[in-house]
């Protein structure tokens, strides 16, 4: 569990995951700011009940970055 502080870019070797998870998001209100919780969730061959498996925290800072990013990776969203 973490709070993102900062993204870059990296060219490590990569490939697609090989199982796909549920990602829950929900806002945060602290009094410094708001905060977008992302929250994934185990696979479904998870043999336990559905929890958390990691959760991330953007400011409104980390959000804008990583919005710029997406859209430099899928050209076309608006």
């Known amino acids: 569990m973490a709070r993102i502080r900062e993204f870059?870019?990296?060219?490590?070797?990569?490939?697609p995951h090989p199982t796909e998870v549920e990602c829950g998001y929900q806002k945060v209100t602290t009094p410094a700011g708001d905060l977008l919780q992302l929250s994934t969730y185990g696979s479904d061959a998870r043999q336990s009940e559905k929890k958390t498996s990691q959760t991330l925290q953007l400011d409104r800072v980390a959000a804008a970055e990583l919005l710029r990013i997406i859209k430099e990776t899928f050209p076309g969203l608006s």
């Open 8 to 15: 870059f870019e990296t060219t490590n070797s990569s490939k």
